[in-house]
Structure formats: structure tokens, C-alpha cells
């Protein structure tokens, strides 16, 4: 089983920076799993922003390229997305997911957290 805590977010002026991070506490199998970050803004579907594969590899969604980065620590069960030069598009909730260890489907959910770009 999987169980996601997520932390890190709130409010920043645009241009500036947060980091994210989601934790496994359950922690059984998480360095065997794919784990990606999602957003979601009002009135908009949920979007899949940064994902990391059980190997590190890592892929972004076009919009946050070369601002945004997954990283995992498997000993610490914890995924990270640093988020730097944010824009007033960048606010959303964000969730942590992370697959299903059979068919890579994202099955299990953080919370979510608030993240606010705004002057």
C-alpha cells in the first residue's frame, strides 16, 4: 500500500520559488513505483506536471520545462518538485501520485496543497 503526506506549499511572488515534497508513509514499496506530480486550477482539468520512474527518469509537462524539477530520495520514501521562476499561471492545488506497481495507472493520491503566484 501507498500513502501520500504532501508539503511545501503556499504563497510566493511571481519569479520566485517553492518546493514540494510528498511522502510515502507507508513506505512498503515505493522505490519500486513511478511517482508524479499533478496540478489542478480553477474551472481546469487536472494535469499531470513532472513525473520520476522507479529508475529516476524523469519527463515535464511543456509549460514548466527548465523551471520545474522531480527529484526522489528513496531512502527518505520522499518525492520533491522544486518549482523556481513561478508565474501567476503556475497557481493550482498540487497532488502527489503514485502508480500502480502492475500497470503504471496513477492510483494513489496525496491531499493536495495550495501553491499561490501572485504580486
Known amino acids: 500500500q501507498v500513502q501520500l503526506v504532501e508539503s511545501g506549499g503556499g504563497s510566493v511572488q511571481p519569479g520566485g520559488s517553492l518546493r514540494l515534497s510528498c511522502e510515502d508513509i507507508s513506505g512498503s514499496i515505493f522505490s519500486l513505483i513511478g511517482m508524479g506530480w499533478f496540478r489542478q486550477a480553477p474551472g481546469k482539468q487536472r494535469e499531470l506536471v513532472a513525473a520520476?520512474?522507479?529508475?529516476?527518469?524523469?519527463s515535464y509537462e511543456d509549460s514548466v520545462k527548465g523551471r520545474f524539477t522531480i527529484s526522489r530520495d528513496n531512502a527518505k520514501k520522499r518525492v520533491y518538485l522544486q518549482m523556481n521562476s513561478l508565474k501567476p499561471e503556475d497557481t493550482a492545488v498540487y497532488y502527489c501520485s503514485a502508480e500502480d506497481i502492475r500497470n503504471r495507472d496513477y492510483i494513489y493520491w496525496g491531499q493536495g496543497i495550495q501553491v499561490t503566484v501572485s504580486s
Open positions: 520520476i520512474t522507479s529508475a529516476g527518469s524523469t
